[in-house]
Structures are given as structure tokens and as C-alpha cells.
């Protein structure tokens, strides 16, 4: 579903570009573009050089701003990139500063960001970034476009987010802070963050390791902002950060009420794609009220809720209660990552490759009938080197030795299901099945949340694994 109708209202992506007036007044973007005899062009979003050229043209043609974007870096694309801009243009006029100065956090070689608001505002900015080249491109753009009284470049060689700012200079101050984290912890995350449930992208993929990858992925560097934050609360006045995964924007509003962070969100809606935005302050504004967070445009997605019972001689507790379920989803190959443990709470990101949960009693009957049958064999087998022929057998041990064969079959057939993607009939190595699992205290009792996230299971998928939770749950 395009959601471009739910973009910010003043993004101007939200009519499409004119993609005959950029044949007609680029050069480079003619050479990528293909008119047909109608008249109508269009280009391959799939091709990295093609979203290149486009992005450059855009900038040139929308906000007179000449970028260089390497071949090895990521691709910013606008229409997200503006409704950042323009969700801080909101908090900012919410709080009656007319020429705020902002810091952007890992600002890449295009300093997309500073360029932006300076162009677009006249905001003063200072981009921040550990990666020597990508600094060094990013100055690059910023000279080229004559913005050095506007937009200043910091070299981070520190692990601090923040911090290393004010300690060379006591004296800083920001009115805003935003940023755009990696998203991942490892390559492996990359791999497998789409689900096989989703069309394919239609754009192309861009970005190198350091731009798309961090340790503890964006909800870690999120909770390090978060913790910088409170040490340098008076040095900005909104901190402010985009989400890329749905989970972590729960997690991390979950940390912010429980310190009793005053804060808002957003969703950033383009394309075929939504990112989410927080926005966090230490300082006497309300932000829920002056900015509130935007209308829901769809349904979403409902977790299903289930009382856990008490086991006998174990602990009726979060702590207990997540470890029992950690251990019947290693039972049944399903991943999990936790993102949240507290004393009353704990958070379960998993996935599932294949279905291991269905079936279930079928795969013990067959899988005590083999084990019969195996031992039967092994009795046979020794009746064999005590010269004991197979034509001495009585007819109902020659028609186990036959049974036997066809559990083993069936067995195989055990196998065989259990590495199919049963939504779709065929096989899989993605996973099929992503969802949210939390274990809370409510009332004096464990309570069990699950909620899907995406995978060709559905819905149907997250009932089942709960089912053979509570059949399970002795």
C-alpha cells in the first residue's frame, strides 16, 4: 500500500516528482530514464546508479543543492529524510524558536541532514561522524555548496554518542538533536530483515557496513542516547531520533516512561515504507500536547493475552516464566533475541525458519512407534548373527520389519515437514513467522503477551505457538 497520502502535509514528495520535466532538464537523468512513445518516462528503481542520478537531480532541482553521493554509501532518500526535517521544523516552532541550531548524529558522507535544514531554513547545524571518509565526503558537499557559515563537521573518534561534544566545549548548546541510527547489530540482520510475507523492495538496496550496522543494533545506540541525555539535558533542548524497526520504538518509549521522560512520536510515512520518530526533553515542555503523535492511518497489529498458570515447585515469576519459554523454543528451533529484562517484565524478539509446531502429537506417535521398531530391529538383527535366517521369522515380525521401514518413512516425512514453509508449500531458509513476546506482572499473576510482527504464518502462526505453549506448559 503506497502511503504517501500520509506523509508530513508539507512534504513536497507528496505529489510525485515530474519525472518528464527531470528527462528534459538533466542530462544524467536522461541517460538512466526510458520515455516511451506516450511520452511517459520512467527508470528502474532497482538499479543503485538510477536511484543515485534520481536523488542528485532532486536535490539540484527542488532545493538547488549540488550532492555528490558515493557509489559505496548509502542513497538518502528525500521524501523520508524531509519529514524528519519537517517534524523538527514542528517541535521547534511548538517551542518559539525561530533560528534554532541543531547537531546531527552520524551525519554520512552526504550530510543530507545539515544540507537540508540549512538550505531549506538558514538552521545553523554541526554534523557528527566516526567514519574518516565519509567526513571527508561530507565536507566536501557542504564547501561545494558554499553552506561552511551555516554547517560545521566534527570528527567523533570516541564511543560516546554526545558526550565527547561537551567535554571540549562546556559551553554548546543545541535546540534540537536528530538522528538516523543504524539499524542493525550484524550482517546476519540485514539478510534476514524483510520478510518473506512482503512483496519484494522495488528500490534498490544501498549502504555500506558502518552506515547500516552498529553493536546492540539502534535500540542499544538509542539507550545510549537515551543515558547521554539525562547527563546533558541542559546542553539540548529535544533529543530526537528516527526508529527503524516497530519493536524497538515500544521498548524504547517503555524506558522513557519509566523514568518519566516528558516525550511524543511520529510516524514517518513514504512510499512503501514507515519509520518511526521520538522525541524526548528534560525541560518544561510538553511535547505529547505540543506536538502530538500522529493518527494511527492503519489498523494494527492486536496482542493476544494469556494468564500463565502456576507450575508446582517452580517460582510463579517473570524471571521463571521467561526462562520455560526460552527453553520450548529452543525446543522447537525457534530464535530469540530478548530486548528487555527487568525484575517485571521481559521482552522476546523471535523467529521462526520453519513450522515445528504443528502436528505435534502425530510426531510423537510416530516418533515412539520408530523407537519401537528401531529396538525391534536391533533384536532382529542379533537374532541374525545367531544364525537366526529371515526365513525362520514368524509372519507378524516380518510384517514389523516392513512396518518398521514405513516409519522411517513417515518419520523422514516428520523431517521433511518441519523444514517446509507450510503458508506457502515450498521451502524456506527466511523466516516465517516474526513476532513480539512479553512476560509481565499484572495483578499478582504472570501474564503471557504475543503479537505478530510479519511472516507468511500470520496471525494463525502466533495462536499456534501459543497453543503449544499452554499444552506444554507442565
Given at each position: 500500500?503506497?502511503?504517501?497520502?500520509?506523509?508530513?502535509?508539507?512534504?513536497t514528495?507528496?505529489?510525485?516528482?515530474?519525472?518528464?520535466?527531470?528527462?528534459k532538464?538533466?542530462?544524467?537523468?536522461?541517460?538512466?530514464?526510458?520515455?516511451?512513445?506516450?511520452?511517459?518516462?520512467?527508470?528502474?528503481?532497482?538499479?543503485?546508479?538510477?536511484?543515485?542520478?534520481?536523488?542528485?537531480?532532486?536535490?539540484?532541482?527542488?532545493?538547488?543543492?549540488?550532492?555528490?553521493?558515493?557509489?559505496?554509501?548509502?542513497?538518502?532518500?528525500?521524501?523520508?529524510?524531509?519529514?524528519?526535517?519537517?517534524?523538527?521544523?514542528?517541535?521547534?516552532?511548538?517551542?518559539?524558536?525561530?533560528?534554532?541550531?541543531?547537531?546531527?548524529?552520524?551525519?554520512?558522507?552526504?550530510?543530507?541532514?545539515?544540507?537540508?535544514?540549512?538550505?531549506?531554513?538558514?538552521?545553523?547545524?554541526v554534523?557528527?561522524?566516526?567514519?574518516?571518509?565519509?567526513?571527508?565526503?561530507?565536507?566536501?558537499?557542504?564547501?561545494?555548496?558554499?553552506?561552511?557559515?551555516?554547517?560545521?563537521?566534527?570528527?567523533?573518534t570516541?564511543?560516546?554518542?554526545?558526550?565527547?561534544?561537551?567535554?571540549?566545549?562546556?559551553?554548546?548548546?543545541?535546540?534540537?538533536?536528530?538522528?538516523?541510527?543504524?539499524?542493525?547489530?550484524?550482517?546476519?540482520?540485514?539478510?534476514?530483515?524483510?520478510?518473506?510475507?512482503r512483496?519484494?523492495?522495488?528500490?534498490?538496496?544501498?549502504?555500506?557496513?558502518?552506515?547500516?550496522?552498529?553493536?546492540?543494533?539502534?535500540?542499544?545506540?538509542?539507550?545510549?542516547?537515551?543515558?547521554?541525555?539525562a547527563?546533558?539535558?541542559?546542553?539540548?533542548?529535544?533529543?530526537?531520533?528516527?526508529?527503524?524497526h516497530?519493536?524497538?520504538?515500544?521498548?524504547?518509549?517503555?524506558?522513557?516512561?519509566?523514568?518519566?521522560?516528558?516525550?511524543?512520536?511520529?510516524?514517518?510515512?513514504?512510499?512503501?515504507?514507515?519509520?518511526?520518530?521520538?522525541?524526548?526533553?528534560?525541560?518544561?515542555?510538553?511535547?505529547?500536547?505540543?506536538?502530538?503523535?500522529?493518527?494511527?492511518?492503519?489498523?494494527?497489529?492486536?496482542?493476544?493475552?494469556?494468564?500463565?498458570p502456576?507450575?508446582?515447585?517452580?517460582?510463579?515469576?517473570?524471571?521463571?516464566t521467561?526462562?520455560?519459554?526460552?527453553?520450548?523454543?529452543?525446543?522447537?528451533?525457534?530464535?530469540?533475541?530478548?530486548?528487555?529484562?527487568?525484575?517485571?517484565?521481559?521482552?522476546?524478539?523471535?523467529?521462526?525458519?520453519?513450522?515445528?509446531?504443528?502436528?505435534q502429537?502425530?510426531?510423537?506417535?510416530?516418533?515412539?512407534?520408530?523407537?519401537?521398531?528401531?529396538?525391534?530391529?536391533?533384536?532382529?538383527?542379533?537374532?541374525?548373527?545367531?544364525?537366526?535366517?529371515?526365513?525362520?521369522?514368524?509372519?507378524?515380525?516380518?510384517?514389523?520389519?516392513?512396518?518398521?521401514?514405513?516409519?522411517i518413512?513417515?518419520?523422514?516425512?516428520?523431517?521433511?515437514?518441519?523444514?517446509?514453509?507450510?503458508?506457502?508449500n515450498?521451502?524456506?531458509?527466511?523466516?516465517?513467522?516474526?513476532?513480539?513476546?512479553?512476560?509481565?506482572?499484572?495483578?499478582?499473576?504472570?501474564v503471557?503477551?504475543?503479537?505478530?510482527?510479519?511472516?507468511?504464518?500470520?496471525?494463525?502462526?502466533?495462536?499456534?505457538?501459543?497453543q503449544?505453549?499452554?499444552?506444554?506448559?507442565?
Amino acid at each position: 500500500m503506497a502511503l504517501n497520502k500520509f506523509m508530513h502535509p508539507r512534504n513536497t514528495y507528496r505529489t510525485p516528482p515530474d519525472f518528464v520535466k527531470l528527462f528534459k532538464d538533466f542530462e544524467d537523468f536522461s541517460t538512466i530514464a526510458k520515455m516511451d512513445v506516450t511520452g511517459k518516462v520512467s527508470i528502474d528503481f532497482k538499479d543503485t546508479r538510477a536511484l543515485r542520478i534520481l536523488t542528485k537531480c532532486l536535490l539540484k532541482s527542488d532545493f538547488d543543492l549540488d550532492v555528490i553521493i558515493p557509489e559505496d554509501r548509502l542513497v538518502p532518500t528525500l521524501p523520508l529524510r524531509l519529514n524528519y526535517i519537517l517534524w523538527v521544523e514542528d517541535l521547534m516552532i511548538s517551542i518559539h524558536k525561530e533560528h534554532p541550531s541543531g547537531l546531527d548524529i552520524g551525519t554520512g558522507a552526504c550530510a543530507i541532514y545539515p544540507l537540508l535544514a540549512a538550505k531549506k531554513n538558514k538552521w545553523h547545524m554541526v554534523g557528527t561522524e566516526k567514519d574518516e571518509d565519509s567526513i571527508k565526503m561530507a565536507l566536501d558537499n557542504v564547501e561545494r555548496n558554499d553552506l561552511q557559515c551555516l554547517i560545521k563537521l566534527k570528527k567523533n573518534t570516541t564511543a560516546s554518542l554526545v558526550e565527547y561534544l561537551f567535554l571540549e566545549d562546556n559551553d554548546l548548546r543545541f535546540d534540537f538533536c536528530m538522528c538516523n541510527p543504524p539499524f542493525y547489530s550484524n550482517v546476519q540482520e540485514v539478510l534476514e530483515s524483510r520478510s518473506p510475507a512482503r512483496p519484494p523492495p522495488k528500490n534498490a538496496f544501498t549502504g555500506s557496513p558502518q552506515e547500516l550496522i552498529t553493536e546492540g543494533g539502534e535500540l542499544e545506540f538509542c539507550r545510549k542516547l537515551i543515558k547521554e541525555s539525562a547527563k546533558y539535558k541542559n546542553h539540548i533542548l529535544i533529543f530526537t531520533t528516527m526508529i527503524g524497526h516497530k519493536y524497538n520504538m515500544k521498548e524504547l518509549l517503555l524506558d522513557l516512561k519509566a523514568e518519566g521522560i516528558k516525550h511524543t512520536t511520529t510516524e514517518f510515512c513514504q512510499g512503501r515504507v514507515t519509520r518511526w520518530g521520538i522525541a524526548w526533553t528534560y525541560q518544561d515542555y510538553d511535547l505529547y500536547n505540543l506536538v502530538p503523535p500522529r493518527d494511527k492511518p492503519r489498523k494494527k497489529s492486536t496482542p493476544i493475552t494469556f494468564v500463565m498458570p502456576e507450575i508446582p515447585n517452580l517460582p510463579y515469576d517473570v524471571e521463571h516464566t521467561t526462562e520455560k519459554i526460552q527453553q520450548l523454543f529452543e525446543g522447537l528451533k525457534i530464535q530469540y533475541k530478548i530486548i528487555t529484562k527487568r525484575r517485571n517484565e521481559s521482552v522476546l524478539n523471535f523467529n521462526a525458519k520453519t513450522n515445528t509446531w504443528t502436528n505435534q502429537r502425530r510426531k510423537r506417535r510416530l516418533l515412539k512407534k520408530l523407537e519401537g521398531n528401531v529396538s525391534k530391529k536391533q533384536k532382529l538383527e542379533n537374532q541374525e548373527e545367531c544364525e537366526t535366517s529371515t526365513s525362520d521369522l514368524t509372519i507378524d515380525e516380518k510384517l514389523n520389519v516392513h512396518d518398521e521401514t514405513m516409519d522411517i518413512e513417515a518419520a523422514c516425512g516428520i523431517a521433511l515437514l518441519d523444514n517446509m514453509d507450510t503458508a506457502t508449500n515450498r521451502y524456506t531458509e527466511k523466516a516465517i513467522l516474526e513476532g513480539i513476546l512479553k512476560v509481565s506482572n499484572k495483578a499478582k499473576t504472570v501474564v503471557l503477551e504475543m503479537e505478530y510482527l510479519n511472516g507468511s504464518a500470520g496471525k494463525e502462526g502466533i495462536h499456534q505457538i501459543l497453543q503449544y505453549i499452554k499444552n506444554n506448559w507442565k
